[in-house]
């Protein structure tokens, strides 16, 4: 069942096993306003046991690319396109947060994007491989973040 993710009210729903629920909150409520005021995008999110596709989409491409297997557990995840991007997000147990920006035109923007929720450790499997700048937000505190250019077609 999707959720719609409210950026003025923040809620735990859905991220509360994490052990920065707040800030995990706080930072897929950030995404929200983002697409919402951008894009004027309602941002969902499912269960992950519902979004198996999108995970999988998500996770071949971090594989795919560059070798990475992320450690934690997901919790819920999304897809959906605005304009001609399509953009997936998973949101891990652990605080972290993965989006992939994928224009659909061939000469377009493609990358995966990092985000850690205030609170959390760079996870092991990202720690060597990034630097990650900080970034304030009223919704999630600090949020720290990297990416990368994705090279293939997904």
Sequence with gaps: ?????????????????????QALAGLRANEARYFKNKYDHDFTVQAAGESMETIDY???????ERGIVIASRPLE??????????WAYVFYESGLSINVLYTLDDAGKRAVGFK?????EIPEELASRFKFARQKSK??????????????SY
């Design 1 to 21: 069942m999707p959720y719609l993710v409210d950026f003025r009210n923040v809620s735990t729903t859905g991220v509360e096993s994490s052990p920065v629920a």
């Design 139 to 152: 919704l999630a505190g600090t949020i720290r973040g990297s990416y990368f250019v994705i090279k293939g």
């Design 58 to 64: 998500v996770h071949r491409i971090l594989k795919q």
């Design 116 to 120: 850690l929720s205030d609170g959390m």
């Design 77 to 86: 995840a999304t897809m959906f396109q605005v304009e001609n991007i399509r």
